[in-house]
């Protein structure tokens, strides 16, 4: 897992008295334009999914996500912006990433009403 510890089981959802559905527990930070959301992804899994909430080395949260593209030539930079988007209900063209676009470490910006935003990332955490 190299530097990340796992804030619960993965199987394990998050419930509404777990901490991490605490908006203060969730990956997030405010942006004047949505929110920002620190992904993990790990690219060439067998298919799209959340691993989980995990705590990097640095005590950061983030979100840990597969995508089945291969890291090559921005696939799995693509791959994970349709996973983000369709998950959230949002356009695609709300999910931008904002650094680590070479890296493994990533952070996204959601552009939209923060509030909203904050609630569905909560639940689709919740669901997985």
């Known amino acids: 897992m190299s530097g990340l510890r796992r804030s619960f089981p993965p199987s394990a959802p998050i419930s509404s008295a777990s901490p991490t559905a605490d908006p203060a527990r969730l990956p997030v930070?405010?942006?004047?334009?949505?929110?920002?959301?620190?992904?993990?992804?790990?690219?060439?899994?067998?298919?799209?999914?959340?691993?989980?909430?995990?705590?990097?080395?640095?005590?950061?949260?983030?979100?840990?996500?597969?995508?089945?593209?291969p890291a090559v030539e921005g696939a799995a930079n693509k791959a994970l912006?349709?996973?983000?988007?369709?998950?959230?209900?949002?356009?695609?063209?709300?999910v931008t990433i904002l650094?680590?676009?070479?890296?493994?470490?990533?952070?996204?910006?959601?552009?939209?009403?923060?509030?909203?935003?904050t609630r569905r990332i909560a639940s689709w955490l919740n669901e997985n």
């Open 99 to 117: 650094s680590g676009e070479t890296g493994r470490a990533k952070l996204l910006l959601l552009a939209g009403d923060s509030a909203m935003l």
């Open 29 to 69: 930070s405010p942006h004047p334009d949505g929110l920002r959301l620190a992904v993990r992804l790990t690219p060439r899994a067998g298919r799209d999914a959340v691993e989980g909430v995990a705590e990097a080395a640095d005590g950061r949260l983030v979100v840990r996500l597969r995508v089945a593209a």
């Open 81 to 94: 912006i349709r996973f983000v988007a369709k998950s959230l209900d949002i356009p695609p063209r709300a």
